[in-house]
């Protein structure tokens, strides 16, 4: 499917640009009714976003109550007893524990300062019943706005693995290195390879080509430069590089900045889609 690329001076432009996208489209929806699914990654690549996010609520007087935050993945431990479960929500590495500290508290205490109401839910995938994550969001109606990022060693989205066929759904991942070298970088405790967990679920390919009514993918950073450019020319799913998968969605957004870009700004107009 094409997509729309835009190129903004900075991440924090970047992270502007699509909280404004967000309240948009919740406030479009909002004689709707029902739940308005916001899919998000963790780390790095979303934080302008929750951040601006946050502070346009409490400027705004934004109600959040229709908002379900819906995370991508998790790191994953096997007990003693060969259970499979996610790690401690405490540790910084937790993708449940970012999003309770980095956006659904900061949303909730924003609407509060505000006057309103906070978000409605936060969900993450459950290792020990994967297939439920997807039966979940279909009920829902799907995910209006997926929030998508580009791990940089070897594209990987969510923790979608290079090889991941496309038409895997929430699943169980084994990481491999470079994954586990890419999130080295966003969590303080992960010091050391050998201390970044090798398994994760996470959302599958399908689940996000499928299940999405827009995503935006947001490439900021230097470092992200061959990210770029690997994802610009992309014309549909590329497995051995996974998030190629986001030109097969629905509605889809190329975001970056102008480190990621190499190039000056651009910000042509971005079509609104009607759904």
Same mark, same amino acid.
């Given at each position: 499917?094409?997509?729309t ?13 699509? *909280? ?5 489209? @919740?406030g479009? =929806?909002?004689a709707q009714?029902?739940p308005? &699914?916001?899919?998000?990654p963790?780390?790095?690549? /979303?934080?302008? $976003?929750?951040?601006? @996010? ?15 935050i819906?995370?991508? +993945?998790?790191y994953v431990?096997? $007990?003693d007893?060969?259970h ?6 405490? @540790?910084?590495y937790?993708?449940?524990?970012? *999003? ?6 900061p949303l909730?205490?924003a609407?509060?300062?505000a ?12 290792p020990?019943?994967p297939?439920?994550y997807?039966r ?6 799907g995910i209006? &706005?997926?929030?998508?990022?580009? =791990?940089?060693? +070897?594209?990987?989205?969510?923790l979608?693995?290079? /090889?991941?066929d ?8 084994? &990481?491999?290195?470079?994954?586990r070298r890419?999130n ?7 010091t ?10 996470t959302?599958?390919?399908a ?6 009514h ?7 950073g ?11 020319? *992309? ?9 190629t998968?986001f030109?097969?969605? *629905?509605h889809a957004?190329?975001l970056?900045d102008?480190?990621?870009? /190499?190039?000056a ?6 079509p609104?889609?009607?759904h």
């Amino acid at each position: 499917m094409p997509f729309t690329s835009t190129v903004l001076p900075d991440a924090d432009a970047v992270g502007l640009h699509v *909280a404004e996208q967000i309240l948009d489209r @919740l406030g479009r =929806g909002a004689a709707q009714g029902r739940p308005f &699914l916001l899919g998000c990654p963790s780390g790095r690549s /979303g934080e302008p $976003t929750y951040r601006a @996010l946050a502070r346009l609520v409490a400027e705004r007087h934004v109600d959040l109550s229709r908002l379900v935050i819906v995370m991508m +993945d998790d790191y994953v431990v096997e $007990t003693d007893d060969g259970h499979l479960v996610r790690v401690d929500p405490e @540790l910084s590495y937790s993708c449940l524990g970012y *999003a309770q500290r980095e956006i659904d508290r900061p949303l909730a205490a924003a609407a509060a300062a505000a006057g309103t109401t906070g978000p409605r839910d936060l969900w993450a995938p459950d290792p020990a019943d994967p297939a439920e994550y997807d039966r979940r969001i279909e009920a829902a109606g799907g995910i209006d &706005l997926f929030l998508l990022a580009s =791990g940089a060693s +070897d594209g990987h989205i969510a923790l979608n693995q290079p /090889g991941t066929d496309r038409s895997a759904r929430t699943h169980v991942a084994r &990481l491999g290195d470079a994954t586990r070298r890419d999130n080295m970088g966003t969590f303080p405790e992960l010091t050391r390879l050998e201390l970044v967990p090798r398994l994760g679920v996470t959302v599958g390919v399908a689940t996000i080509t499928d299940q999405s009514h827009e995503v935006v993918m947001i490439v900021t950073g230097e470092h992200k430069r061959g990210t770029y450019a690997r994802l610009a020319t *992309a014309t549909g799913y590329e497995p051995d590089w996974p998030a190629t998968a986001f030109a097969e969605c *629905a509605h889809a957004v190329l975001l970056a900045d102008a480190a990621a870009a /190499g190039t000056a700004p651009v910000a042509p107009e971005v079509p609104v889609p009607t759904h």
